[in-house]
Every structure is written in structure tokens, then in C-alpha cells.
């Protein structure tokens, strides 16, 4: 059998953590490559429903990453996102999540090292967890359908893959 | 009940209100009722059954009921917490209502199932209740009854869970929500969930997929306990409407715990205290991130 590989799904805003994984990659800095990145105008604008919806499509683990306190670009978009997502890893953690597939971080535009270190740090915690099997399970419903589509017929509308 | 009933009269026949919103007696139990007649007033009763949070007829959606003129409602403490709420959130003006407070020693979880107020019939939320009093109301009525029998059960579950596994837990809240049918009762019967287009309805894109699918279903309960943390008055209505009894309390209690763990907020019928999720403090916990 393969060797499980996991998929993380990093959500992060522009001004810092972006510009800072861009840095990593200008400085030729080696990291796992399990990590696809979503660039975002700031933390503040980071859906709870955005984590959700990468367990769904089949993500292993995420990452929410974002400007430090005082250095956002809109003042405080991080400050309101922090409250937010201390709340909602607290419910994902009620509702059974393994805290250590979800990942919080600041990360600034010059830590290019940081964000090295905080996605491989992630992947090896979520490599040792294993595939998110319990939420991928929910979505199985619809991969048991094994006939075909046609293209005049898109019989899964609003399925966007 | 006099008392509520003569005050009712008197609100209408003077004209301060057009309405009153309160409970009547029905063959399953009481009901709300809309008293416009100042001779209908002697329908209204309050006692341990009266178990619907009115304030959710003050909610922006019911606009059949602001079309009747300015209302008075009746309130236990936890409803006048969901009023505060709708005040803070500027979806209702204090003047725009008379609070008719009533003094609470608890209510049944159900008053089709038992009549009276017992350790094992009342409401999971009611033991260990400390706003009996609703301190909002214009009037306050009746004598304050001793307070509601039996134990906080809610808070010992909740404890139970966080010393399971995450692999327990989930097995646990996914038997829970298997049998949820996305009727959407909870977010009906709910004073706060006002939104006149409910993130669950979004189609383009699709947030939350609104057949009984256990994905949307998963999906739905985590938007909704994050939506209300720190708005939540706890008046148990979304699981007394629940037709199929998830302990959607379980979720609203514990996103108040983290409320008032990190941010210490605590509910209240005070429309001045700010909520705490909109704001933030520089000093705010942040241990989980890296």
C-alpha cells in the first residue's frame, strides 16, 4: 500500500504569512510539500466555515495562519480572528476534532523559517494521525455513486470537482 | 396570574401596547398567545409549563407580529437575556417593548410529558439558574418560587465528554447528529437567529449542504454553536423544538464555558454589557496559537 501522504490546507493572509512563505521559497528553504497554501486579504476574513469545508473536500489538517497581534494591515482583523478561532477549536475539540490537526500561527513576512518550521511541524502531527478517515467517512455517501457522467447532464450539480 | 392578567388589561385598555404576548392554556399545555382585547386578557396564564421564549416573536423576521403595534412580552430571566441581546445587537429598541418579567422557579422540559416540577421532569438548563429575577422587565411579577428541583446535569455531561478521547467524543456527537433531519427548528424557534439570509441557505457557493447528509449535518451544528457562542441566553428552546432530541444545549453550554473561560463573559439581561465575540482585548488568550 502507498505510504500515507497528508493534504493540509493553509489559510493565510496576504501581508504576513503569504509574503512570509514566499520568503521561505526565495530563500530556498526545503519543507514538506503537503501544504496548499490560500491566500487571503487578512485572518479577519477567515470563515470558521472554511475549515469545515477543507475537512470535507478531504483535508488531513489545517493551518490558519496571519499577521502578529499589532501588525495587522487592517488594525485589528487578527485580533477579531483570534477570538473567533479560540472559540471554534474549542467547539471542534468538544465535537471530536484531534487538536493536532488544526494549526493556529503567526507568522510574519520575514519569518520565512517560522512558516518552515510550523508546516513541517504540521504535517508530522497529522502524518501521525492519519488520514481524517472520521470526516472523509461523512462524505462517502456520495462516492458510492460509481455510474457515469455525461457532460449534457451534470447529474451532482453544484459538486464543484 | 391575576396579577399578569390585570396588568395585561390595563396595558391595553390604556393603550400603552397593542399586544400582549404571553401564554394561554391549551390541551397540550400553554401556549403563546396574542392578547389584543383587553377582555381576553384573562386567558394569559404563567406557571412551571410555560415553557416558550417569547422574545422570539421581537425578532426581525416576525414581522406578523409588529404588524399588530407596539407588544408587550412576557419574560423569564432567560428570555430577557435573548431580549438584551436582540437590544445590544440594535435589532430592537428598549422603548419599542414592555417587559412583563415574571419571577421563575424553573420550567418542565416538556409539558406534554409531565405536569409537574420534579428533579427528573424539569428543564436541563433550570437547576443552579441565577437570573429567576429578569431585572430588564418594566413590571416584575408573582413571588419568587423556590428555586428548581434537582441537579446541574448539563455541566456534569459536558465534563464526562472532555474526559473521552477525541475519537470517543466524535463516535458520541456523530450518534447524536445521525439523527438530525435538518428541519430547522432549532433556528426558527431561536430569538437570536435573525439573519434574513441564513448562511445555511447559501447555495452559491454551497457552505452547507441542506439535506440530512451527515456532512451538512456536521457542517450546520458547529456554524450554529459558533454563531451563538457569546450570544446564546440559554433558553433551551432549540432543543425543546429539536423533534428529534439532540442535546443541542450540550453545544450551546460548552461554547458559553469558552466564553467565559477566556473572555469572562457571562450572559446577562443588562443590554449595556458588551458581547464578546466583535470585540477583542490585547491581552486575549492565545495558547493555542503557534
Not at chain 2, 377582555?39 to 396564564?45: G, K, T
Not at chain 2, 464578546?276 to 493555542?288: H, K, L, N, S, V
Amino acid at each position: 500500500m502507498k505510504e500515507f501522504e497528508p493534504r493540509l490546507v493553509a489559510f493565510v493572509c496576504n501581508w504576513c504569512t503569504y509574503t512570509g512563505a514566499d520568503l521561505a521559497g526565495t530563500s530556498r528553504l526545503t519543507m514538506d510539500p503537503n501544504v496548499r497554501i490560500v491566500r487571503l486579504p487578512c485572518t479577519g476574513r477567515i470563515d470558521p466555515l472554511f475549515i469545515l469545508k477543507a475537512f470535507e473536500r478531504g483535508a488531513d489538517g489545517v493551518i490558519v495562519s496571519g499577521c502578529h497581534p499589532g501588525d495587522c494591515h487592517y488594525t485589528a482583523g487578527n485580533m477579531h480572528a483570534r477570538r473567533r478561532f479560540a472559540v471554534f477549536q474549542d467547539l471542534l475539540h468538544f465535537a471530536g476534532v484531534d487538536p493536532d490537526r488544526l494549526t493556529f500561527s503567526w507568522v510574519s513576512a520575514s519569518e520565512g523559517l517560522k512558516w518552515r518550521d510550523i508546516v513541517n511541524d504540521a504535517v508530522a502531527r497529522v502524518r501521525k494521525l492519519g488520514p481524517f478517515q472520521e470526516y472523509q467517512s461523512l462524505s462517502r455517501l456520495d462516492e458510492e455513486f460509481e455510474g457515469e457522467f455525461t457532460s449534457e447532464e451534470p447529474a451532482m450539480a453544484g459538486r464543484q470537482e | 396570574m391575576k396579577e399578569l392578567q390585570e396588568l395585561a388589561r390595563t396595558l391595553l385598555s390604556e393603550g400603552q401596547v397593542k399586544v400582549v404576548v404571553g401564554w394561554e392554556d391549551s390541551p397540550g399545555g400553554p401556549r403563546p398567545a396574542f392578547i389584543t382585547r383587553p377582555e381576553d386578557a384573562e386567558r394569559l396564564v404563567f406557571d412551571h409549563r410555560c415553557v416558550h421564549n417569547l422574545v422570539a416573536y421581537l425578532s426581525p423576521g416576525h414581522v406578523d407580529v409588529a404588524r399588530l403595534g407596539k407588544p408587550a412580552v412576557v419574560v423569564k430571566g432567560c428570555d430577557a437575556r435573548a431580549a438584551a441581546m436582540l437590544m445590544r445587537e440594535s435589532q430592537l429598541s428598549r422603548e419599542d417593548v414592555v417587559l412583563i418579567g415574571v419571577r421563575c422557579g424553573g420550567v418542565v422540559r416538556d409539558p406534554r410529558e409531565a405536569d409537574t416540577l420534579t428533579a427528573d421532569s424539569v428543564a436541563p438548563r433550570c437547576p443552579g439558574c441565577d437570573a429567576r429575577q429578569p431585572a430588564l422587565a418594566d413590571h416584575l411579577l408573582g413571588e419568587l418560587p423556590p428555586p428548581p428541583p434537582g441537579e446541574n446535569r448539563r455541566d456534569k455531561e459536558i465534563a464526562r465528554l472532555e474526559a473521552m478521547r477525541p475519537s470517543e467524543r466524535w463516535a458520541f456527537w456523530q450518534a447524536e447528529l445521525a439523527r438530525c433531519v435538518r428541519c430547522n427548528a432549532c433556528r426558527q424557534v431561536c430569538p437570536l437567529c435573525y439573519c434574513e439570509r441564513c448562511v445555511a441557505l447559501k447555495t452559491e457557493p454551497l457552505w452547507i449542504e441542506s439535506s440530512a447528509h451527515p456532512r451538512g449535518v456536521m457542517a450546520w451544528h458547529l456554524t450554529r454553536a459558533q454563531h451563538h457562542a457569546g450570544r446564546c441566553s440559554d433558553c433551551g428552546e432549540c432543543e425543546r423544538a429539536c423533534p428529534v432530541s439532540i442535546m443541542l444545549s450540550l453545544l450551546n453550554r460548552k461554547a458559553a464555558q469558552v466564553v467565559e473561560q477566556r473572555f469572562g463573559y457571562v450572559a446577562s439581561d443588562d443590554p449595556a454589557a458588551p458581547a464578546p465575540i466583535g470585540a477583542f482585548r490585547t491581552e486575549d488568550t492565545e495558547e493555542f496559537i503557534r
